[in-house]
């Protein structure tokens, strides 16, 4: 299954590093039966879309744990091929739990945010708490930042991008 595990650049320098990742609570999501039923329409790719996005608001949440302020503001997707997860309807349409580390060999892209996004994403993150409680406000922040796409890269580009940053 194609997972979105939701993460930070700190978090992705350690899988270049260690060549593994434990994700944070085993937490990640995917294209599950749930999320296919919650939508009226829409192709396998427009909803894996739609699960990659809910990885990159869950990364917003990362940055927002980050109280000193030092991990650079900008979100980051790792998407990967894994056989073991576990459906958590109870938690969200998309959310899967993942038992174990997942490892660069099962990585298939990694997606992160361009510089062009720091403002937008630094003024999510300070809201991201008010949007999921329903100020319209926020929401409008939380927007700004989903309006830029993240970048794609391939595996083997993520160390480039890392020493480049």
Do not use: C, N
Not at 15 to 29: E, H, I, N, R
Not at 84 to 100: N, Y
Not at 153 to 164: G, K, R, T
């Amino acid at each position: 299954m194609r997972i979105y595990l939701p993460a930070t650049l700190p978090m992705l320098q350690q899988l270049v590093a260690d060549k593994q990742l434990q994700p944070l609570g085993g937490t990640a999501f995917a294209l599950t039966p749930a999320l296919r039923e919650s939508y009226a329409t829409g192709d396998t790719e427009e909803l894996e879309y739609a699960a990659m996005r809910e990885a990159a608001r869950a990364s917003l949440r990362l940055l927002a744990a980050d109280e000193d302020g030092k991990i650079e503001q900008r979100r980051v997707v790792i998407s990967a091929d894994v056989d073991d997860v576990t459906l958590r309807p109870d938690l969200d349409h998309a959310v899967v739990k993942v038992s174990g580390p997942v490892s660069w060999k099962q990585l298939a892209a990694v997606h992160v945010d361009t510089g062009e996004a720091e403002d937008a994403v630094r003024a999510a993150v300070e809201v991201i708490d008010a949007a999921d409680l329903g100020d319209p406000d926020a929401e409008f922040a939380l927007g700004e930042a989903e309006d830029h796409e993240l970048a794609w890269y391939a595996p083997q580009e993520v160390p480039f991008l890392l020493e480049l940053m």
